[in-house]
């Protein structure tokens, strides 16, 4: 029997913090016999996937997402948008405001680190950096460069966590603000790993908001997770999406696109209310 093919929906390129363009990506995708789909889902920013579909491919779809990290009370919520318009002007000018956040934010960890005599410059996080959307995961390379840790987990310990004296919080947006933005850009709004969200009683109150799907499979998520969440997406009539949240492979992170996804039954239902 043929391997029933997926579509991994969550997967970080240079325009973020993952360390393969989304061309490569894209090449590293067309070899992989059950995948037959990928969305480019950066931090902040759609140029992975302007880039992955000015590339294009004959041999797999791609589909141009993002990744808008929101604020929801008290908690941290991810909010995937799908079949966005990459040159939406409301889209745009979002993602400047976002990149500008985010590169001032960075160059305030530098000045902290500086203060705690941890010698790394702004111009050696911006070579850690393939794109215009710089965080946390650039600067911790770039220490882990200089030889302050041995690995990034401790650099993010040390410096980078919010327990650190170093750290430098980052602002967010509400959910209500990353649905409309993905709205008015035509794409579907998806919440990101929700076992990830602490008080799950809020999960129901960001499906209120207007999200229109929730990711059923993800690495953080175990058999009893997926089941969960899939019960909730069909009693709330929500599109299912799963996706690897590829960034890089290290001895932290063991898994490669397309190792999480979904079946693409449910990227063509997406597609029947969202592709242009």
Not at 31 to 54: F, M, N, S, V
Not at 236 to 264: A, I, M, P
Request: charged share 30%; hydrophobic share 35%; proline share 3%.
């Amino acid at each position: 029997m043929a391997e029933k093919k997926i579509a991994d929906m969550h997967i970080h390129s240079t325009a973020s913090d993952g360390r393969l363009t989304p061309e490569e990506l894209i090449r590293m995708a067309e070899k992989i016999p059950h995948l037959a789909a990928i969305a480019i889902t950066d931090h902040d920013t759609p140029e992975g996937g302007r880039r992955a579909l000015h590339y294009g491919s004959s041999i797999i779809k791609i589909i141009a997402g993002i990744e808008f990290s929101c604020i929801y009370g008290e908690e941290e919520a991810h909010i995937l948008g799908y079949y966005i318009d990459t040159e939406n002007e409301d889209l745009v000018q979002t993602e400047k405001k976002m990149l500008v956040a985010r590169r001032h934010r960075a160059m305030r960890f530098v000045e902290k680190l500086q203060e705690k005599n941890v010698a790394v410059t702004w111009d050696e996080v911006q070579q850690q950096a393939g794109g215009k959307a710089i965080g946390r995961p650039h600067i911790a390379r770039a220490i882990l460069r200089k030889g302050y840790v041995k690995t990034l987990d401790e650099a993010y310990e040390k410096y980078l966590s919010p327990q650190s004296d170093t750290y430098v919080p980052r602002q967010k947006m509400s959910v209500e603000e990353a649905v409309k933005v993905i709205e008015a850009a035509g794409g579907c709004s998806v919440l990101a790993h929700p076992a990830e969200i602490k008080n799950q009683s809020l999960i129901k109150e960001i499906i209120a908001l207007g999200v229109k799907g929730i990711e059923v499979y993800h690495p953080s998520h175990d058999a009893a997770a997926n089941a969960k969440y899939l019960d909730l997406a069909q009693r709330h009539g929500l599109f299912v999406t799963g996706g690897s949240d590829f960034h890089f492979n290290d001895n932290t992170r063991t898994w490669l696109v397309g190792d999480y996804g979904v079946e693409c039954e449910q990227v063509r239902r997406m597609e029947e209310v969202y592709k242009k």
